[in-house]
Each structure stands twice: as C-alpha cells, then as structure tokens.
C-alpha cells in the first residue's frame, strides 16, 4: 500500500465519534457523582446515629447513679430548665471504701454538682462540673452538632415515673451538595432511688 491509499478519518466521523466519547464520558461522571453522594449520605448518616448514641449512653450511664431523693442529701436531681438538668453523684465520703456510709445510707458528694446542659450558641451538649454553683474546670462536650436538646422529668411530662429522666437531642451534619441529615435520641434514664 503506497502512502496516497491510506485514508484516516473524515472530519464528520472525527465529530460523531468525539460526540458518543464525551457523552459517554458525562454518563459516566454523573453515575460516579451520583454514587459517591449516596456513599457520602450513607457515611454521615451513620456516623450521626453513633454520634447521638454514645451522648445519651454517656449521660445515662451517669443519671442512673443520682437520685431525685436520698436520706443525708437535699433534692438531688433537678430539671432546672428544658435544657438545664443538674444532680449529684454517690461517693465515699468517710473513706471507708464504699458510698454507703455506717448506718447503710448512700453518701453523696454535695459540694460537687454535675449539670448536662445545651448550649444553642456553640451547638453542644456539654458536662459541667459545679461547686457551690460555680463551675470548676472546663466543660467536656458530650456532642457537637446539636441542633436541639431538652430534659424532661415527672413535672414536665406526667407520663415519666418518679425515677425517670428523658432526653431528648437531635444532631444535624450537611452533605457537600447542601443536604442537611439529622438523627434524633430519646433516651430514658432511670435514676437510683
């Protein structure tokens, strides 16, 4: 074959067959972006519920050891507001290794007072530590991303025991594409009575 007799592609077959590559290349992205948004809502959504979980664990694990009355202790847990709930922990205040004191009652730690607490401004459910009112340290963040968050005892909802403490939170992430995910908790707490 001599040089003259190849022939290559016309110009209109270069442009048919540029068309089908870069429509074939679009459908692709798209598949892909498409994808890796549900991986990504997929991821957030999990990574919320886990999130919202381990704070109400980690605020139950705690409630179950206060008391909304005990024999030796002023009221101890308190809903100061919606978003506000205070109490008092058992501990061994005669250093005699137990929390029970000699006559069998539960020694608790008056000077020391722990408050859960939602703070809107910062978007945070947060652990205080408070003597004499006044807080000591500085506040552990129990769960970032909280968009709402509420307390409630017997006196704010007759449905709850004497014993029982609810809460309530909501956290909130955004995806990249401006899809705003949330979960929500609400966990009973039963205290020591």
């Given at each position: 074959m001599?040089?003259r007799?190849r022939?290559g592609?016309?110009?209109?077959e270069?442009m048919?067959?540029?068309?089908i590559?870069m429509s074939s290349?679009v459908l692709?992205?798209?598949?892909?972006?498409?994808n890796?948004?549900?991986?990504q809502?997929?991821?957030?959504?999990?990574g919320?519920?886990?999130?919202?979980?381990k704070a109400a664990?980690?605020?139950?694990?705690?409630?179950?050891?206060a008391?909304?009355?005990?024999?030796g202790s002023?009221?101890n847990?308190?809903?100061v507001?919606a978003t506000d709930?205070?109490f008092?922990?058992?501990g061994d205040i005669d250093?005699?290794?137990t929390?029970?004191?000699?006559?069998?009652?539960?020694?608790?730690?008056?000077?020391?007072q722990?408050?859960y607490?939602?703070d809107?401004?910062?978007r945070?459910?947060?652990r205080r530590?408070?003597q004499a009112?006044?807080p000591v340290?500085?506040?552990?963040v129990i769960a970032s991303?909280?968009?709402?968050?509420?307390?409630e005892d017997q006196?704010?909802?007759a449905?709850?025991?004497a014993d029982?403490v609810?809460?309530?939170?909501?956290?909130?992430r955004?995806?990249?594409?401006?899809?705003?995910?949330?979960?929500?908790?609400n966990?009973?707490?039963?205290?020591?009575?």
């Amino acid at each position: 074959m001599s040089i003259r007799n190849r022939r290559g592609m016309s110009f209109p077959e270069l442009m048919i067959a540029s068309a089908i590559f870069m429509s074939s290349a679009v459908l692709f992205l798209m598949f892909m972006s498409q994808n890796s948004e549900s991986w990504q809502v997929t991821s957030i959504q999990q990574g919320l519920v886990s999130d919202i979980e381990k704070a109400a664990a980690e605020v139950n694990r705690e409630l179950r050891n206060a008391t909304r009355t005990a024999a030796g202790s002023p009221p101890n847990a308190t809903r100061v507001s919606a978003t506000d709930y205070r109490f008092y922990l058992p501990g061994d205040i005669d250093g005699n290794g137990t929390i029970l004191d000699a006559t069998g009652n539960i020694e608790w730690t008056t000077a020391t007072q722990i408050q859960y607490f939602y703070d809107a401004g910062t978007r945070q459910l947060l652990r205080r530590t408070l003597q004499a009112g006044v807080p000591v340290g500085a506040d552990r963040v129990i769960a970032s991303d909280i968009t709402a968050a509420a307390f409630e005892d017997q006196a704010s909802d007759a449905t709850l025991l004497a014993d029982e403490v609810r809460l309530t939170a909501t956290i909130a992430r955004t995806t990249v594409k401006n899809r705003t995910l949330t979960s929500t908790v609400n966990s009973i707490s039963r205290l020591r009575n």
